[in-house]
């Protein structure tokens, strides 16, 4: 298995531009993450989906969109680019919780995108 | 609201010394909480996880925490630092929705 994999690994853009972060994963899980990562701020997570076709705001969601048409894959797309947005953004996948509340299931993260928006 | 508190940013200690990462937490429930470990330039890695059974939580790469309800504490140890454990650690919690709330980071350094 590959695992849970990010593209591109870097991409510097202008201020307005749009891009989309690719993030697949193999390991069949119904759950999927993003988080945006920066300097000693740890995580935050952006969006997140708990299965094809459901999708739900994180702390941070301004300025971003996810679409999740199958289990596989989890867009985020950045439609007007801002400095704000300068960041390293980790895609994640677990497996769905068996009951209510909060999850116990491990989170496996793929290696980043490291984006700088000027 | 459930959040993390990792104390100290920055942690050095010699190779072959005792390695302690504190991580205090607020919760109005019981939490789950995780260690988790970044490389350089790589994803997240689990160490460990505790989900409400033993107390002690052992980890990969001979790392443990204690989960003590008193202190409001989950910090973590490791007896002897290797140089491979030099890394960004960071403490969660899971929260009630599919939300982990993520500590600031502790950049652990070991000096030879």
């Known amino acids: 298995n590959a695992g849970v994999t990010q593209t591109p690994k870097f991409r510097i853009l202008k201020i307005g531009q749009s891009m989309t972060l690719q993030c697949a994963q193999d390991m069949n899980h119904n759950y999927m993450y993003w988080y945006r990562q920066d300097p000693g701020m740890g995580l935050k997570l952006i969006y997140y989906?708990?299965?094809?076709?459901?999708?739900d705001k994180g702390e941070v969601p301004n300025g971003y969109n996810v679409s999740r048409s199958t289990t596989e894959y989890f867009p985020l797309r950045l439609e007007l680019a801002a400095p704000s947005q300068t960041s390293v953004y980790f895609c994640?996948?677990?497996?769905?919780?068996?009951?209510?509340?909060?999850?116990?299931?491990?989170?496996?993260f793929g290696p980043g995108t490291r984006l700088t928006v000027l | 609201a459930q959040s993390v508190t990792q104390l100290g940013s920055h942690v050095s200690v010699s190779e072959g010394a005792l390695v302690l990462l504190r991580c205090n937490y607020s919760?109005?429930?019981?939490?789950?909480l995780f260690w988790y470990v970044q490389y350089p330039n790589q994803g997240l890695q689990l160490l460990l996880k505790?989900?409400?059974?033993?107390?002690l939580v052992k980890g990969i790469n001979g790392f443990e925490a204690e989960f003590k309800k008193s202190e409001t504490s989950f910090h973590l140890t490791k007896p002897s630092a290797h140089m491979s454990d030099a890394a960004e650690y960071f403490c969660?919690?899971?929260?009630?929705?599919?939300?982990?709330?993520f500590g600031a980071g502790t950049r652990l350094t070991v000096k030879p």
């Open positions: 969660a919690v899971s929260l009630n929705n599919n939300d982990m709330r």
């Open positions: 505790y989900t409400s059974a033993a107390t």
């Open positions: 919760s109005s429930v019981p939490p789950y």
């Open positions: 994640a996948s677990s497996l769905p919780r068996t009951s209510g509340g909060p999850s116990t299931d491990t989170q496996y």
């Open positions: 989906s708990v299965g094809a076709g459901i999708t």
